[in-house]
């Protein structure tokens, strides 16, 4: 069964810099879409955004309020996902997860999730 | 690209059935078959239930259920237990190629 393990969070200022990372194993890391999804306490899911596969050239899309701050990567050799975050507000405190598309199993349902990573920003 | 909308509680007692709703528009819901459920626990990671609209994952108990109709989705929860207490939240692919989620719907079991 496939498994997904966030790291990287922690405290940073307003308009600091952090990057997460998001391990994967026991499925097809290379065959997959991966994502970023939030939640702030208390609060909802929010889509942050995604990152295809590199026979859909590793495109990228995000939600309109992170657009132009945070960048997602990916490096198929380690199985491994990021979420580099830039100018980062209060607004951006959540636990973030981790968790992934397919086309051959569930197809644009996140079938596989991280156990969340916090990240809390605060001056 | 604004949440879907689902209602904030609903609640049921154990054996009855329950259905959560989830609207949304033209550019999400109502354009696309890909309405997906999650249903996530105190503390815990949001878990799939329902996606293409009604499938079902592998373990996930035939319990669950989901339809569509226009720009609205459903969940039904029959033959309500005690562990169905948790949060439910819709999602659909949009028109942008992004996704939305709805604002989550707390069932209580009573």
């Known amino acids: 069964e496939g498994q997904l393990e966030e790291s990287g969070g922690g405290l940073v200022q307003p308009g600091g810099s952090l990057k997460l990372s998001c391990a994967a194993s026991?499925?097809?890391?290379?065959?997959?879409?991966m994502h970023w999804v939030r939640q702030a306490s208390g609060q909802g899911l929010e889509w942050v955004g995604r990152i295809r596969s590199k026979p859909k050239n590793y495109a990228t899309t995000y939600a309109a309020s992170v657009e132009g701050r945070f960048t997602i990567s990916r490096d198929d050799s380690k199985n491994t996902a990021y979420l580099q975050m830039n100018s980062l507000k209060i607004e951006d405190t959540a636990v973030y997860y981790c968790t992934r598309t397919t086309s051959t199993a569930t197809g644009v349902a996140f079938d596989i999730w991280g156990q969340g990573t916090m990240v809390t920003v605060s001056s | 690209q604004s949440a879907l909308t689902q209602p904030a509680s609903v609640s049921g007692s154990p054996g009855q059935s329950i259905t959560i709703s989830c609207t949304g528009t033209t550019s999400d819901i109502g354009d696309y078959d890909y309405v997906s459920w999650y249903q996530q626990h105190p503390g815990k990671a949001p878990k799939l239930m329902i996606y293409?609209?009604?499938s079902r994952p592998s373990g996930v108990s035939n319990r669950f259920s989901g339809s569509k109709s226009g720009n609205t989705a459903s969940l039904t929860i029959s033959g309500l237990q005690a562990e169905d207490e948790a949060d439910y939240y819709c999602?659909?692919?949009?028109?942008?190629?992004?996704?939305?989620f709805g604002g989550g719907t707390k069932v209580t079991v009573l």
């Open positions: 999602s659909s692919y949009t028109s942008s190629s992004t996704w939305v």
């Open positions: 293409e609209v009604s």
């Open positions: 026991g499925f097809s890391f290379t065959a997959s879409a």
